[in-house]
């Protein structure tokens, strides 16, 4: 008789939609490609102090023979724990880029990714359908094969929500880094990225539009903002003002740093780097600073591109064994 009475009841619980919708983590999202936004286990449930700090250094816009050895010097003398130089994340326009520039990127083991070819906001769901085409046919047409191409960054941080994602969905790309969260900016609550799979309580974004459709298997990257002298900015350069010297830009970057390291999450860190930070000697001299010194003073910190910080998250390995992850070889 129990029997009889629990399954029917069981039956219900199981397919009342609020149930279905519901992520829940090792049960109905796995890795590696499902990820709950609010899962309070770090990846492959290591401890904090065994995950290797990811740091994501991005660039957006315009990428051509003028601008790409402002970028590239960054990195230079800086080597990763397993001795190999980092690389860097680039989300094109087409707009001002040189696509020989983006395929000598590649070559040189770089992430191309994509935004939109004006680097204007598409208007509508047909705009952001046109908008990843055809940068993913100017992509690929420069010899960057399709299936390396999978990530996309909204212009200026705007998140074009379903929209957007139908274009991610339709165009076979992967993931976003749009999404600017003021909600979860704290050293105890930075998110590791997450897929769309269940969209009930998903992040708002601050800017733009938030997805309101589920969408399985694609990740978003949210971008913490930054905070300066009590100042609260998105990106880099709308904190300019605040920073006069190349120790302020450094402490920038270094305090937002911190918090991801020193937090309880230890979620990767994504420097967003607009092509203006840049163009400003001071703030260029810090943030060459903030990434020798990170690299100097941390064994368990690692600059890696999107794609390889999505490589970590789907097959976790803890900090000492890094070294040997296939994915972040050179
Ligand atoms: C590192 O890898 C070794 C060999 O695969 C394994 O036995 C060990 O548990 C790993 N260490 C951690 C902390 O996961």
Redesign the pocket.
Request: aromatic share 0%; net charge negative; no cysteine.
């Given at each position: 008789m129990w029997k009889l009475a629990v399954t029917p009841l069981a039956f219900l619980l199981l397919t009342a939609p609020g149930v279905l919708s519901q992520c829940r983590p090792g049960d109905n999202c796995k890795l590696p490609d499902c990820r709950c936004w609010d899962d309070t286990q770090l990846p492959g449930s290591?401890a904090a102090s065994?995950i290797p700090q990811m740091v994501i250094v991005s660039f957006e816009y315009g990428i051509n023979s003028a601008n790409v050895d402002s970028y590239l010097e960054l990195f230079d003398g800086i080597t990763n724990p397993n001795g190999c130089q980092p690389k860097a994340t680039f989300f094109p326009t087409e707009l001002n880029t040189d696509f020989t520039v983006i395929k000598s990127l590649y070559d040189g083991k770089h992430e191309i990714a994509m935004t939109t070819p004006t680097g204007a906001i598409p208007l509508d769901a047909d705009e952001w359908k046109k908008a990843f085409s055809d940068m993913k046919a100017k992509i690929s047409g420069a010899g960057v094969p399709e299936s390396e191409v999978i990530g996309t960054r909204g212009p200026e941080l705007y998140c074009g929500g379903n929209d957007q994602f139908d274009s991610i969905k339709e165009n076979k790309l992967v993931y976003d880094s749009t999404c600017v969260t003021l909600e979860y900016t704290d050293k105890n609550t930075f998110l590791w990225p997450f897929t769309y799979d269940y969209i009930e309580n998903t992040p708002e974004c601050t800017i733009g539009k938030t997805p309101t459709m589920a969408y399985p298997g694609m990740w978003q990257f949210l971008v913490a903002d930054l905070t300066f002298k009590g100042t609260k900015c998105a990106s880099p350069s709308a904190c300019s003002l605040e920073i006069v010297d190349s120790q302020d830009a450094f402490d920038f970057f270094y305090n937002s740093f911190a918090l991801h390291y020193e937090g309880t999450t230890k979620a990767p860190f994504i420097l967003y780097i607009d092509p203006l930070w840049l163009s400003v000697e001071h703030q260029r001299q810090g943030t060459k600073q903030f990434l020798e010194f990170i690299r100097a003073a941390f064994d368990d910190t690692w600059i890696v591109t999107t794609q390889q910080a999505l490589a970590w998250i789907q097959t976790p390995?803890?900090?000492?064994?890094a070294t040997?992850f296939q994915p972040w070889e050179c």
């Open positions: 290591l065994d390995v803890a900090s000492v064994n040997d």
